[in-house]
């Protein structure tokens, strides 16, 4: 399962680059990307699409259409 820091890892970006622009802190990128937190509701879409993958990838959820 890929986590938040193999997709930014990725695309190339730092977790300050990352957390620029998601508008927060270092420290917090870093946590999400150790699962000690995870992103609130009004940031995963943003995390998602800076990322460019899907909600259902940074979580490691397979889809119910692609589990089939």
């Given at each position: ?37 995870y ?5 995963i ?22 589990a089939?």
């Amino acid at each position: 399962m890929q986590t938040i820091k193999d997709f930014r890892e990725a695309c190339g970006i730092s977790q300050e680059g990352l957390a620029q622009m998601l508008g927060v802190d270092r420290s917090t990128v870093a946590k999400w990307e150790t699962r000690d937190v995870y992103p609130r509701g009004d940031k995963i879409v943003a995390l998602a699409d800076a990322l460019n993958c899907s909600i259902d990838a940074l979580f490691g959820r397979t889809p119910p259409e692609a589990a089939s």
